[in-house]
């Protein structure tokens, strides 16, 4: 499932590909990942517009659009197995083309398997987001007193959007580890130190995987039966490169890369945590 670092890139991807693109035509496949939204209201605010940015916001893209010299927000979200590229207009949509915006030679293609994401001009689940943990809002004093005053598990946390908005189970379970925080203990339970390594751990891990997924060769498209993200290692190119970085994560069974313990696997409401239980006490 893609998180901040995935959605970042993929922003960095799409921003100078559809800026100054005018959306010509409007084919909703499926209406679900459209709501509130309805398809003539998604059709009548996007025919004739032009898109003049993307941006992200936690796991959310933002793409910024201007029809009749006025600015709006059309919101993306990629939920588990959704696509966002560019192809051109003659070749035929996918399979699971949600919804496609014609843009003349090209199309706009949100693809999505499972139809858990989102393409929306609904954008109120922007206001209940926390701060970004690569920005200046996400302070430590913040951080702490965040932790400070919570009995659930620092995993639970660390996945709870309006607390922290980008993290998911892969980057929490990298940072946790390389903080050596026990994932279930409960916030107000870490000692201070632990927190401070946990608050630069989560920066770290987030650089980290931004840093590295811009520098390989990504397929969008996901051609060859490969999802074409930098997170699975299926980029043609990339080989494993990415999963040779992460240090726990889906590694149940494997040695810690630090002191060879067995990694495990836990479920914490409902959603796989791996850690080292030496590693992290
Ligand atoms: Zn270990």
């Not at 992200?56 to 959704?82: E, I, Q, S, V, Y």
Request: glycine content about 12%.
């Amino acid at each position: 499932m893609p998180e901040l670092p995935e959605v970042e890139i993929l922003v960095r991807h799409l921003r100078p590909a559809l800026r100054g693109k005018t959306i010509r035509e409007i084919t909703v496949h499926r209406e679900r990942v459209i709501r509130p939204t309805t398809v003539r209201a998604l059709k009548q605010a996007l025919r004739g517009a032009t898109f003049t940015g993307v941006t992200r916001r936690g796991k959310f893209l933002l793409f910024a659009l201007r029809r009749k010299r006025k600015p709006f927000t059309l919101l993306g979200h990629l939920g588990m197995t959704g696509r966002m590229y560019l192809q051109p207009a003659k070749e035929p949509p996918p399979r699971h083309a949600a919804v496609v915006l014609g843009l003349g030679k090209e199309n706009f293609i949100y693809e999505d398997p499972r139809y858990f994401g989102r393409l929306t001009l609904d954008t109120h689940t922007l206001d209940q987001l926390g701060p970004e943990p690569l920005g200046k809002k996400f302070s430590l004093g913040y951080f702490g007193a965040g932790l400070a005053s919570s009995s659930q598990p620092i995993k639970h946390r660390l996945l709870d959007q309006k607390f922290i908005a980008g993290i998911g189970n892969i980057y929490a379970s990298e940072a946790m580890f390389l903080a050596g925080v026990p994932p279930r203990r409960a916030g107000k339970k870490l000692r201070m130190d632990y927190g401070v390594r946990l608050h630069r751990a989560i920066r770290h891990v987030l650089k980290e995987a931004i840093r590295c997924g811009s520098t390989i060769p990504l397929d969008w498209r996901g051609g060859k039966g490969g999802d074409g993200l930098f997170y699975y290692g299926t980029a043609p190119g990339a080989g494993e490169f990415y999963e040779e970085r992460l240090n726990v994560y889906d590694k149940a069974g494997q040695p810690c890369p630090v002191c060879k313990t067995i990694i495990r696997r836990i479920v914490q409401a409902g959603r796989s945590t791996y850690y080292c239980h030496k590693c992290q006490r």
